[in-house]
C-alpha cells in the first residue's frame, strides 16, 4: 500500500539553522498519527514542505506517492490543512469563503456548495455561514479553520495544533470530529502540544526534537519506556531517615530508615524494581512495567509479614517519558559542547 507520507532524509535549512535534519519518516493511510515536541522542533516546517509552503533543502517527500515538489497539484489536492494562524480571506462570508477554496481544488461550483454546507455542519457553526470570519468568536475560528481543511474532502488531513487555546468543551468538539473522520478512512496528522491529546487520539506518534526524531511508536509502548511507581500501604509503621527526610525525589519522599522495613532487600533486589521509598507514610516502589511486577512486590511484602491495606499503581505518563527523551538530547548535546 501507498503510504499516505512519506520522507526520506527531508533536510531543511534556514541558514545556519538545521529546522529539520534528515528526517525520515511513512505515515500509513488510514492512521491517526502524531507528531510531538518542543517548540521549535520543526514540526510546522515539515508540514509547510507537504502543502508546498516551504521548500525543501534536500532529500524526499511523498504524499500518497505523489513528490511534494514535482507533483505539487497531485500532493496539495490530497491535503485539508488546518494551520496553526488564522490565514483567512476576512472580506467574504465563511461560506464562499470555503467554496472559493473548493474551487481553487478544481471542484465544481455545485459540488463547492453542497460541500461547504456539509463542513460547516460538520464543525458545528452552519448557522454563521454567512457571517464573516472575523465577526467569529475565536472557537468558531478555529471551528471554522477545520471546515476549510474538509471542504476538498482530503484523504489526509493535518492538523497543526487543532486545539492550542481552545476551552475543554470545543477540545471535546474538535476531537469528535477528527476522530470520527479517521474512522471514515481519512489519515490523520496532528501536532500537538497537549500530550493528553496524543495519547487519547494518536495511533502511534514521532517524538521531533530538533529536526530529528527521537522515536516513533504508539502512545502505549512509550509510556510503558517509563518508570511506573506502585504506592502500598502497609499496616506497620515505617520509619524514614531523619538525614534523607528533605527528600530524593520530590516533596514528601523519604528514604526508608535501614532495617525498618521487612522484606525491603528483597523488593529492591526483584526483576525491574529500582527503588523503594517512603512518600506522605506510604511504600513507594519504583519499577518498570510497575503492573506487572506487583504480584511479586506483594508477595514479598506478605510472607515477611506486613498487612496491606492499599495498593496504586501510578503509570508513567507520555508527558514525562516526552519530557524524558527531550532533556536527554540537551544534555548529550551539552556534554559534547562542553
Ligand atoms: N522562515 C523561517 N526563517 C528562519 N527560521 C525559521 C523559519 N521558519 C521556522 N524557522 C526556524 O525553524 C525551526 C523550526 O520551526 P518550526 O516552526 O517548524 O517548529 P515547530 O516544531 O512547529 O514549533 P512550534 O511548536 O513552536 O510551532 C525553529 O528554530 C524556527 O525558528
Same mark, same amino acid.
Given at each position: 500500500m501507498v503510504p499516505a507520507i512519506e520522507t526520506q532524509n527531508l533536510l531543511k535549512e534556514y541558514g545556519d539553522l538545521r529546522? $529539520?535534519?534528515e528526517l525520515s519518516l511513512r505515515v500509513e493511510e488510514g492512521e491517526f498519527f502524531g507528531l510531538l515536541g518542543p517548540n521549535g522542533a520543526g514540526k510546522t516546517t515539515f508540514i509547510n514542505i507537504l502543502v508546498g509552503l516551504a521548500r525543501k533543502t534536500g532529500g524526499d517527500a511523498y504524499v500518497f506517492g505523489h513528490? =511534494? =515538489?514535482?507533483?505539487y497539484q497531485q500532493a496539495r489536492n490530497a491535503i485539508g490543512l488546518a494551520p496553526q494562524?488564522?490565514? =483567512?480571506?476576512?472580506?467574504?462570508p465563511i461560506r464562499e469563503v470555503l467554496m472559493h477554496k473548493a474551487g481553487y481544488h478544481g471542484i465544481s461550483e455545485d459540488v463547492a456548495a453542497r460541500r461547504a454546507e456539509e463542513a460547516l455542519e460538520r464543525v458545528g457553526i452552519?448557522?454563521?455561514?454567512?457571517?464573516?470570519?472575523?465577526? $467569529?468568536s475565536g472557537g468558531m475560528k478555529r471551528r471554522f479553520l477545520l471546515a476549510r481543511a474538509l471542504v476538498t474532502d482530503p484523504d489526509l488531513l493535518i492538523l497543526d495544533?487543532?486545539?492550542?487555546? =481552545?476551552?475543554v468543551q470545543l477540545r471535546h468538539d474538535i476531537w469528535a470530529v477528527i476522530q470520527e473522520l479517521n474512522e471514515e478512512g481519512t489519515t490523520v496528522l496532528l501536532t500537538t502540544h497537549y500530550i493528553e491529546e496524543a495519547e487519547r487520539l494518536c495511533d502511534r506518534v514521532a517524538i521531533v526534537n530538533e529536526g530529528s526524531i527521537l522515536d516513533v511508536a504508539t502512545p502505549g509502548d512509550l509510556m510503558d519506556r517509563g518508570t511506573d511507581t506502585i504506592y502500598v500501604t502497609v499496616g506497620t509503621a515505617v520509619a524514614a531517615t531523619p538525614a534523607a527526610s528533605a527528600g530524593v525525589a520530590g516533596a514528601g519522599t523519604t528514604t526508608i530508615e535501614s532495617?525498618? $522495613?521487612?522484606?525491603e532487600d528483597r523488593l529492591v533486589a526483584l526483576d525491574g524494581v529500582e527503588d523503594v521509598t517512603l512518600e506522605d507514610g506510604r511504600l513507594a516502589i519504583r519499577a518498570d512495567d510497575g503492573g506487572a511486577r506487583t504480584p511479586a512486590v506483594l508477595n514479598v511484602l506478605e510472607e515477611v509479614g506486613h498487612e496491606i491495606t492499599d495498593i496504586e499503581i501510578s503509570r508513567t505518563s507520555l508527558e514525562e517519558v516526552f519530557v524524558e527523551m527531550t532533556n536527554e538530547k540537551r544534555s548529550d548535546r551539552e556534554g559534547i559542547e562542553a
Open positions: 529546522a $529539520l535534519d513528490d =511534494v =515538489v514535482e507533483e494562524e488564522f490565514n =483567512v480571506d476576512r472580506f467574504f452552519s448557522h454563521k455561514a454567512d457571517e464573516r470570519f472575523d465577526w $467569529l495544533e487543532p486545539t492550542a487555546g =481552545v476551552d532495617g525498618h $522495613l521487612a522484606g
